[in-house]
Nanobody, 126 residues
Framework: QVQLVESGGGLVDAGGSLRLSCAAS????????VGWFRRAPGKEREFVAA????????YYADSMKGRSTITRDKAKNTMYLQIDSLKAEDTAVYYC???????????????????WGQGTQVTVSS
């Protein structure tokens, strides 16, 4: 089991950048897929990006390709999401999620993740 703690959210101007962090406060990410989802007001939770901890393979939602980067620091047991060129529509609560039994076709499905953080608010001001 892992417990996830997100940080790094806040208020950012449109066009700016933000780096979110997801740390395993208990347990280790070794063997897990760790991902980011977000929920904007009045919308469904949607996939943002994911990383396979062991291999480092990364996966992105089409809307995030080219302006976001997901990375991991194995020594710190922490995963990061850098988002550049922020837009007002990026405003959402961002959640970190993890699971140890995902196949590639399930990476973007929120219901397939067993462990979730509490979320961190990102607000982009236009």
């Amino acid at each position: 089991q892992v417990q996830l703690v997100e940080s790094g959210g806040g208020l950012v101007d449109a066009g700016g950048s933000l780096r979110l962090s997801c740390a395993a406060s208990e347990g280790s990410f070794n063997g897990y897929t760790v991902g980011w989802f977000r929920r904007a007001p009045g919308k469904e939770r949607e996939f943002v990006a994911a990383i396979k901890w062991r291999s480092g393979h990364t996966y992105y939602a089409d809307s995030m390709k080219g302006r976001s980067t997901i990375t991991r620091d194995k020594a710190k047991n922490t995963m990061y999401l850098q988002i550049d060129s922020l837009k007002a529509e990026d405003t959402a609560v961002y959640y970190c999620a993890a699971d140890s039994h995902l196949i590639q076709s399930s990476l973007s499905v929120a219901g397939q993740y067993d462990y979730w953080g509490q979320g961190t608010q990102v607000t982009v001001s236009s």
